[in-house]
């Protein structure tokens, strides 16, 4: 514990706690797990957090004494990778021995180049609970040795084209054996904005590749398509990489039911 004798928090320490605002009080924790672990009951892998801190050393605006919004979002992503590592830790997940953590001669360790790549998203998003799953895309893949540096880019990519709406609806879809999914017809020619634009969102992420099935192509002589339902919708094998690297299934449910509201249907 810090007293008034010690030296000013080093700059990484200070961007992780500035991340307060967006992850709680917990930043203030996983800044100490970071940069003070021994006053910490929060136990981390010892090389997961060099590299954690590491980056937050790197995201660090030592002549900023107010951290902006986008330091405040860098700091909570670390904040939130921290949390999700310490909590799967304990559950017995292993961080990874494969070399990803681990720099070579003069190059940055793969890990390091994601964190930066996680920090830089999450400064550049205005929906600041996009963060969290961010930080947990961190933590997943390093302790996930089946996922490479570039599936892993890939992932990250995608999200950032995909809008929040969409994010949301993979979350549900993916959540459909744990809550399951209205049975009520999706709107076929909504008129409100709301429900059009989910649908725009949905019929996008089919597109994608992200949901099956596709959308339905028009029949010869203008047969009527069947009418989809939420219920007949399946992650395809992208779709279920981005549900398992943001760690979709700890979405709010509050927050999936607002989406199906969207759609015309019930929240639950």
């Known amino acids: 514990m810090r007293n008034s004798l010690d030296a000013a928090p080093a700059p990484g320490r200070r961007l992780v706690e500035a991340g307060e605002p967006v992850a709680g009080s917990m930043a203030r924790s996983a800044a100490a797990v970071l940069f003070d ?3 910490s009951r929060i136990r981390l892998d010892a090389v997961l957090a060099r590299c954690l801190g590491r980056a937050a050393t790197a995201a660090a605006d030592p002549d900023v004494a107010v951290p902006g919004r986008e330091q405040v979002r860098a700091g909570a992503a670390l904040a939130f990778a921290v949390e999700l590592a310490a909590t799967r830790s ?15 001669g003069n190059d940055r360790a793969p890990a390091d180049e994601l964190a930066e790549a996680v920090v830089l998203a999450a400064r550049s998003t205005a929906q600041e609970w996009r963060v969290r799953h961010l930080g947990y895309l961190l933590a997943e893949t390093v302790l996930s040795p089946d996922l490479d540096a570039g599936v892993v880019a890939y992932g990250l990519r995608l ?26 017809p999706l709107p076929a020619d909504p008129r409100g904005w709301s429900a059009w634009g989910a649908m725009e969102d949905l019929t996008d992420l089919q597109r994608r590749g992200l949901l099956d099935p596709p959308p339905a192509e028009p029949k010869p002589g203008g047969a009527v398509l ?43």
């Not at 304990?90 to 070579?104: E, K, N």
């Not at 990489?241 to 249907?265: E, M, N, S, W, Y």
Request: proline share 7%; aromatic share 2%; hydrophobic share 50%.
């Open 37 to 39: 672990p021994a006053s």
């Open 90 to 104: 304990a559950q017995g997940r292993a961080v990874r021995t494969d070399g990803f953590l681990d720099p070579a």
């Open 159 to 184: 999200t950032a084209e995909l809008t929040g709406r969409q994010l949301v609806l993979v979350a549900a879809v993916g959540r459909r054996d744990r809550v399951p999914l209205p049975i009520a």
């Open 226 to 268: 069947p009418r989809l339902r939420m219920a007949d919708l399946r992650l395809t094998r992208r779709g279920v990489l981005l549900h398992r690297l943001l760690v979709l299934d700890l979405v709010r449910d509050d927050v999936v039911g607002a989406v199906l509201a969207d759609l015309g249907l019930p929240r639950s």
